[in-house]
């Protein structure tokens, strides 16, 4: 295996490529500890400690670091870890890391988002802003099912309605005039059928 190419990546990182084909990014000290240099073998021993033991450390380290700030889904965070240019076995085994601890749980993230937005969205609204992103849609509909059903109220009517008088909806109002309050009320992700029940009520 031979150095090809170490090309800047940031002020303190470089990428590294191996045979031509990138292979990972290295901080400028772990090049002088792993002897890398351009046009030079790369030992197997320190590729593969490289591989399986500094860069999954520091993809579990940087995922860590991300989730303390923010709540990620498991789609944004491997995503965000591509974006630091790290192999896939790293991320897989951060991802599997912070999974085993729950530190990462897409069901635990649209039950708190669902929580969150279902008394100002509609539930298909909700549905495509979760599946947007990367959290599956056998995930998101029993919970939303089961959070709707514990609700005293039809959540989704009671929104409609608010937004009908925001709107000054008055039942005899032109045609045209009702059915541009219909169309602002689809675009919002409200069905035909949950619109036209509030209308007539």
């Known amino acids: 295996m031979i150095v090809t190419d170490i090309v800047e990546f940031d002020k303190k990182r470089k990428k590294v490529y191996i045979d031509g084909e990138f292979a990972f990014v290295l901080y400028s000290g772990e090049l002088r500890d792993y002897d890398i240099k351009k046009d030079k073998e790369i030992t ?16 579990t ?20 870890l591509a974006e630091g240019l790290y192999p896939e076995e790293s991320i897989d085994a951060a ?5 085993s601890y729950h530190y990462l749980d897409d069901e635990r993230f649209a039950r708190d988002y669902i929580t969150y937005h279902m008394s100002l969205r509609s539930k298909n609204r909700i549905i495509q802003d979760l ?42 109002m ?21 619109v036209r029940r509030a209308m007539d009520s």
């Open 44 to 59: 197997s021993e320190n590729y593969e400690s490289i591989i399986s033991e500094l860069l999954p450390k520091r993809a």
């Open 95 to 99: 991802i599997e890391y912070v999974k």
């Open 174 to 194: 032109e045609y045209k005039d009702k059915q541009k309050i219909m169309a602002f009320l689809l675009r919002r992700g409200y069905s035909m059928d949950s």
């Open 61 to 80: 380290k940087r995922a860590m670091n991300l989730l303390l700030k923010k709540d990620y889904t498991e789609k944004k965070l491997r995503d965000k």
């Open 131 to 172: 599946i947007g992103k990367g959290i599956n849609k056998d995930v998101i509909v029993p919970i939303i099912e089961e959070l709707y059903s514990e609700e005293d109220s039809d959540v989704e009517q009671e929104q409609i309605k608010k937004l009908l008088e925001k709107k000054h909806y008055d039942p005899d």
